[in-house]
């Protein structure tokens, strides 16, 4: 069992499990759009949803993950974080990592209303809380929603203080896909970016030699069922403060701080992803 047992395994059961509030498409037509409807709405009529993945896979590679997190543990690469200025003083941020978890846990804990997915363990506290998500549009894996985030952001490294941000979210469940943008971000003039989670066939070279897949389906069948799937998460993130604070020095603090909060969010995103992997799959799939 892992440091965090309980935590995995709460956040396991919450990949296996729908938002809440979402609702129920009919047979011939999945689109629904509703005027912001709140996910926190418990109606059980609308808890069931479609999933675009394989739950036996998803079983498969959760064991897979478990089993060899004891025999070899996996070691985080580093995130990668690239920051450019455009000539209208817009600041890009591209990062991009890999995590030892399949591709569809990692969208769910990006998407997921509910949960811990952010957790800085060593001060147990959450680096980002979603406090409400509406539903604006819903069409079969596409969705549209209002979110209001809480991020907490790293004060001249004495304390932590929450930053409000409210966002127009896209998400995409099939390709793993999502884009944002600012309602209302405190100081910032631009905040919008979007991300995508790619697999990454960890054991590819060992278990496939020289015939290197290029789909689920063909490493599935090249490695015999026992290829770890990993994540690629890239994320491309534009923002500038409003004036006074996008000049120097106060533009230079907010861009050291922007990146060293993102950097300190996906290093807990891969702490969670560990968690996950040494407290286990919850159960057995059926043959």
Not at 23 to 44: F, L
Not at 223 to 251: A, D, H, M, V
Request: hydrophobic content about 30%; proline content about 8%.
């Amino acid at each position: 069992m892992g440091i965090f047992p309980r935590f995995g395994s709460w956040i396991s059961k919450n990949s296996q499990q729908p938002l809440k509030g979402e609702a129920k498409g009919s047979e011939n037509d999945e689109s629904k759009s509703v005027s912001e409807k709140d996910t926190n709405n418990n109606d059980p009529a609308k808890k069931n949803k479609k999933e675009y993945y394989d739950e036996k896979e998803k079983m498969r590679q959760d064991i897979l993950w478990h089993d060899e997190e004891k025999k070899h543990p996996w070691h985080n690469p580093p995130p990668k974080v690239k920051v450019t200025t455009n000539k209208k003083g817009v600041y890009h941020m591209n990062l991009e990592m890999t995590l030892g978890a399949p591709p569809e846990l990692i969208h769910l804990w990006l998407t997921h209303p509910h949960g811990s997915s952010f957790l800085d363990e060593k001060n147990w506290r959450n680096l980002m809380i979603t406090k409400s998500k509406k539903v604006l549009m819903e069409d079969g894996p596409r969705g549209v929603y209002k979110v209001e985030r809480s991020v907490a952001y790293d004060f001249f490294s004495l304390t932590y203080i929450p930053i409000p941000l409210h966002l127009i979210v896209e998400e995409n469940r099939k390709d793993l896909t999502g884009k944002y943008k600012k309602e209302k971000v405190m100081l910032m003039e631009v905040f919008e970016g979007n991300y995508k989670v790619e697999p990454v066939y960890v054991d590819q070279e060992r278990l496939c030699k020289k015939r290197l897949p290029k789909s689920p389906e063909e490493y599935r069948k090249c490695s015999g069922g026992q290829g770890k799937i990993g994540s690629k998460l890239t994320i491309n993130q534009y923002f500038e403060p409003y004036p006074p604070f996008n000049l120097p020095p106060l533009s230079w603090y907010i861009r050291g701080s922007t990146i060293k909060t993102s950097k300190k969010l996906l290093n807990a995103l891969q702490n969670t992803a560990k968690s996950v992997r040494m407290a286990g799959p919850l159960k057995e799939p059926k043959p």
